[in-house]
């Protein structure tokens, strides 16, 4: 295949991998998207799948991430061409991982290979590199599975990793259908075939199994109502100090209109309490709530702290109960980068004037907080949601149910608020609690233990939203194990080759 028409391929499944994580209906096209890629890299050289794995993942960054231009340059204040310039090496830098994927199947692919590892061997290289590869928005090819609910399932054991495996697996089991001097045998394709299969139902027999297991249990759970607040306040009109106190009362009013449905938590977004709040404070600035003593309060807020000449700054959620007592807090652990930190700052000093609204914020090693009927709720901040890792820590904590306060107002209307929402779902299952997503400006939902959203409301309204949700705490294997299945695949990805050279040597040795 000519350099120019693999180009072409690649391309073609950059496309077909991005389309359905910016339309999610269109999830079926993902079980052929890297076909086009695997036809090109048949004639390619370890050198040149390199080069045209590392263009295909950059072109998806550029096509999905698009939405970062217009934040960094309308909220950052950012000139255009150095936010071009950003945005241009974080795709390029991305794009290393599917570069290294794409050079390891053409080191390791061999025209005398049994079907399995034809099969297997891509498929746990993906994995691996998707696991391994450091991005600051850590999304997986299996994330635009979440519509398939009883597909999905199988995230209680595997991770989303799981799921990216029977889709990377697919797409080699269908290109392995097309003439070429390296095709396997008509046997080996059947093998092939009936294998992805046979995993393919069992996957959907244990989600079926599971979705039935998990709702009795949803069934039986003590229920907790919930009352979720999206203000609708621009991110201009949020930074006016002579705003905070007319903001923070129409969000009280919001919050007391919804007293006669007795909800047990009221929840805020992100930094939604418009004062700052001392890291020692016992109590809160806010209106007399002593008229309802069995609602309490968790309230997206900045925490700072000065000692010894130093001051930090913390993104913050605090429970307060209803005489305005704090009764726990969460400090934000993973801070966005150029966000609420500029990356280097502390070694490369003139950073730190790129933008002056970039925050300096402190990171923190926050706990779930403790409601008093003994429930504890396990926040996660803006982007958090979307790191496996957290909610897993925070569901091994005892959190019987996550909740994520964010402000998805600096994206602008684009498709970043969808993609959140998207990347976030899999806590759910991973850990089998529910996820209550708090937003600024949208989409504030709840999502069930099964992935399933209910209630969303509309993107950048404000509006209110009350549910009863059942608080779980299902022993999962991923929350016990974590990412066992994606290190099983790492091993595999090292061992296979290992084994095959290894098998070619001893029969050199015979002959």
């Known amino acids: 295949m000519r350099p120019f028409v693999a180009f072409l391929f690649a391309s073609a499944s950059a496309l077909l991998v991005t389309v359905p994580a910016l339309w999610p209906f269109l999830w079926p096209l993902t079980w052929v998207a890297l076909v086009p890629f695997f036809l090109a890299l048949r004639d390619a050289t370890p050198g040149r799948a390199f080069l045209l794995g590392w263009g295909m993942e950059t072109l998806i960054i550029w096509v999905a991430f698009y939405w970062l231009v217009g934040t960094m340059v309308r909220f950052g204040y950012i000139p255009i061409p150095l936010s071009l310039l950003f945005f241009g090496i974080i795709g390029i830098g991305n794009g290393v991982r599917m570069g290294l994927f794409a050079w390891w199947t053409r080191r390791t692919a061999a025209a ?55 889709l990377v697996m697919c797409s080699v089991a269908i290109a392995a259908f097309f003439p070429h001097p390296s095709q396997p045998p008509r046997s080996a394709q059947r093998r092939m075939s009936l294998t992805l299969g046979i995993l393919l139902v069992l996957t959907m027999a244990y989600g079926a199994w599971r979705i039935q297991q998990v709702t009795m249990a949803m069934q039986q759970a003590p229920p907790l109502r919930l009352a979720i607040i999206q203000p609708n306040i621009g991110i201009t009109e949020k930074g006016e100090r002579r705003s905070r106190r007319a903001h923070l009362q129409m969000q009280v009013d919001m919050s007391l209109q919804l007293m006669a449905q007795q909800p047990d938590v009221i929840i805020w977004p992100e930094t939604m ?54 009764l726990g807090r969460y400090d934000k652990q ?21 933008s002056p609204t970039i925050g300096n914020l402190t990171p923190g090693s926050g706990e779930p907080v403790t409601l008093p009927n003994g429930v504890r709720l396990g926040p996660l901040i803006c982007y958090e949601d979307i790191l496996p890792e957290l909610g ?10 996550l909740v994520n306060l964010t402000n998805n107002a600096w994206f602008g209307e684009t498709h970043a608020p969808y993609l959140h929402r998207m990347l976030a779902a899999f806590r759910t299952i991973e850990n089998r609690v529910y996820l209550v997503r708090a937003t600024n400006t949208g989409l504030t939902s709840i999502i069930d233990p099964l992935g399933r959203e209910h209630d969303p409301l509309p993107i950048y309204q404000r509006a209110t939203l009350v549910r009863t949700v059942q608080p779980l705490q299902l022993s999962t294997l991923y929350t016990r194990f974590g990412d066992w299945f994606a290190q099983l695949c790492s091993a595999v990805t090292v061992l296979l080759p290992l084994g095959q050279w290894y098998r070619r040597r001893k029969r050199k040795e015979r002959t």
């Open 112 to 166: 005398d290979s049994p079907w399995w590892y034809r099969l297997f061997l891509p498929a746990c290289a993906y994995v691996t590199l998707d696991y391994l590869f450091p991005r600051v928005f850590p999304w997986y090819l299996g994330t635009v599975q979440r519509p398939a609910v009883p597909l999905i399932q199988i995230a209680d054991v595997t991770g989303v990793h799981g799921i990216t495996l029977l």
């Open 273 to 326: 309490y418009p004062y700052p709040v001392e890291k020692h404070a016992e109590r809160l600035v806010f209106p007399p709530l002593l008229a309802y003593p069995n609602t309490y309060w968790l309230l997206g807020a900045l925490v700072y702290e000065q000692q010894n000449g130093t001051y930090q700054q913390f993104n913050s959620a605090l429970l307060m109960a209803p005489n305005t007592d704090i």
């Open 334 to 354: 993973r801070l966005l980068a150029f966000g609420e930190y500029i990356p280097l700052q502390r070694y490369v000093p003139f950073l730190r004037n790129i």
């Open 392 to 401: 897993r820590q925070a569901v091994r904590q005892g959190a019987a149910l």
